[in-house]
């Protein structure tokens, strides 16, 4: 090959090789270009999205974006949900700060606890006695008196408190009673006073011995008081107190007292009853006191020397033991007329001891009434008080029962004598007995062979009956006669379950036209000052806290445990 081919050759290869690179050069330099084109388009894009995204974003979050309400709810809601979510804690429930929330229940449980005291002692309506037999309350009767005085009346206590209580629990029960009755009525006020440190106090009241040392309360409204002393306030063993000089109190009658005082202190013009001695009369003590208790003035009169008290509305001839004269019919008999006037009620209780009084026997029969000869009995198992047929339940006939604040108590008769109406348009029956009763004649009191069954009638018989008599103005004079003195003895009266004393006070104030006002309340004991629950009771709370207070502790415990083994 010839040298200019072969330079021809190599021009060639070397301008083939240079369009060659020429070519490779802008490719690459295409390349480069088309790259930074591509990464511009990208950077572009993702700015444009990056701007895009920033714009979303805060249109969303200016959407999103809640007014002040929602906030503070929200944040209210979290905070709900972060308290809730800390008692759930393992902390709560197991570190320091559990045992200070328990310390803090404790004290506001103690808080709580003090508060209630303190309204309970001033307030004493907000207590409440779960004793069976109410010791620490007031009785219905004591609470309606209370709640209607419409006089001013100070009870002082004549000691100072803190003392007066370190007595015993009764002188507790006792200031627990004053300070309801304070509270019931805007009229009372309660003043402690030391009269041994306040020499000045005693001074105001010189018809009182204060040289003794019993006396415990000084009730007083306006000039008219009253001092009460501890035998008026309680009843204890006098056996004890004789022979040990120590007093063992067994029942208050505090709020009988202090009632009593009030009743007295706040009535005007007492009415006067005069009761008829002279005539070997059974003690009528019980009847003076029952009396005096409701406001009323004794006055005792023998007929033999004295007239009955012109002013007096009511007299009493309580079971004289032998007949009267003549003369003191004829006094009875006077009075009860009232120089035509009338307006005068006699009560006459008979002596079932005393078979014959000819002269009473005339001045009755005038009022349409006879005495039996013989003692009432009865054979009816239901009206049966005790075991003998002479004592029994009676009957009210609607006579002296309209302000009676309890009719379905019954009245008790024991060892009465029958009361007959022989005249029904002057007398009329007031207690009765059952169809089943008789009378057993004094005749035959001593035959063993006497059939009981044939003294029983069928009909009731009268336990006491009422005569009346009325001038032309309609003005009317009253014989009652009972026919047992022992239903109005002070062991019978005592009794709140039988209505005697209540029924003779409302018959009383029938009689002298007065307003019933008159109260009967019975003394407590503590010693039988337990919750008053019957068995049934009893039977119920040991299924309650025996039987299904456990079982559903066991359940509770039993679920609680299954939920959180399945979480």
């Known amino acids: 090959m010839s040298i200019d081919n072969k330079n021809k050759e190599i021009n060639e290869n070397v301008q083939t090789s240079a369009e060659t690179s020429a070519e490779e050069v802008n490719a690459v330099t295409e390349a480069e270009q088309t790259s930074e084109e591509t990464k511009t388009e990208t950077e572009d894009k993702q700015t444009s999205e990056e701007t895009k995204t920033e714009t979303e974003d805060k249109q969303t979050s200016e959407e999103a974006k809640p007014d002040t309400k ?47 005291n303190l309204l309970v002692e001033r307030f004493p309506a907000l207590s409440f006695d779960l004793t069976s037999n109410q010791v620490f309350a007031l009785q219905d009767d004591t609470s309606d008196y209370v709640s209607h005085l419409d006089k001013d009346v100070t009870i002082y206590v004549l000691a100072d408190e803190d003392s007066f209580v370190a007595n015993g629990k009764y002188f507790v029960q006792a ?69 040990y000089g120590t007093m063992d109190i067994t029942s208050s009658t505090v709020e009988q007292a202090i009632v009593t005082a009030m009743l007295n202190v706040t009535t005007d013009n007492k009415i006067v009853v005069d009761i008829i001695s002279g005539n070997s009369e059974q003690d009528s003590t019980s009847i003076k006191e029952l009396l005096e208790n409701n406001a009323y003035q004794t006055n005792e009169v023998n007929l033999t020397t004295s007239d009955l008290d012109e002013d007096a509305k009511v007299a009493f001839l309580f079971a004289p033991s032998v007949d ?26 008979a002596n079932y001891d005393v078979e014959s009084t000819p002269n009473l026997d005339i001045f009755l029969e005038k009022w349409g009434i006879k005495m039996s000869d013989g003692i ?11 075991n003998t047929y002479l004592v029994s339940l009676t009957n009210y006939n609607e006579i002296f029962t309209e302000d009676l604040k309890n009719n379905s108590i019954p009245v008790i008769s024991s060892y009465a004598r029958g009361v007959e109406v022989t005249d029904t348009e002057l007398a009329t029956p007031v207690l009765t007995t059952s169809n089943s009763a008789g009378i057993l004649p004094y005749s035959e009191k001593s035959n063993t062979e006497w059939d009981y069954r044939s003294a029983i009638t069928g009909d009731p018989l009268n336990v006491a009956a009422m005569g009346t008599q009325a001038n032309t103005d309609s003005v009317e004079s009253n014989v009652v006669v009972f026919g047992s003195f022992e239903m109005f003895s002070n062991s019978i009266m005592s009794y709140n379950s039988y209505n005697n004393s209540a029924f003779l006070v409302n018959a009383v104030n029938t009689l002298a036209d007065r307003d019933n006002i008159g109260i009967t309340i019975e003394s407590k004991s503590m010693d039988t000052a337990n919750l008053g629950i019957d068995l049934a009771g009893q039977n119920a709370l040991m299924i309650l806290f025996v039987i299904i207070v456990p079982i559903a502790v066991l359940v509770a415990g039993l679920v609680i445990w299954i939920r959180r083994r399945n979480k």
């Not at 229940?105 to 709580?112: D, F, K, S």
């Not at 000084?218 to 204890?236: A, N, P, S």
């Not at 009232?338 to 209780?349: A, E, T």
């Open 70 to 116: 929602t906030v503070k709810k929200k944040k209210a809601q979290k905070k709900k949900g972060g308290l809730k979510k800390f008692f759930k804690s393992r902390k709560a429930k197991h570190g320091t700060i559990a045992v200070a929330i328990v310390a803090v229940v404790i004290a506001l449980t103690i808080l709580l606890n003090v508060i209630c």
């Open 324 to 349: 009267l004269d003549a003369p003191a019919i004829e006094k009875l008999e006077k009075w009860l007329n009232n120089s035509g006037d009338y307006g005068k009620s006699l009560i006459y209780v």
């Open 175 to 243: 200031e627990k009673f004053l300070n309801s009755m304070e509270d019931l009525s805007e009229h009372i006020k309660i003043k402690y006073v030391d009269v041994s440190k306040n020499p000045t106090f005693t001074s105001n009241y010189n018809n009182i011995d204060w040289s003794i040392s019993t006396h415990v309360f000084l009730v007083e409204c306006g000039e008219e008081y009253r001092v009460l002393d501890i035998k008026d306030c309680f009843e204890y063993d006098e056996e004890s107190y004789y022979y």
């Open 376 to 386: 009432i009995f009865e054979t009816d198992p239901n009206y049966l008080v005790s």
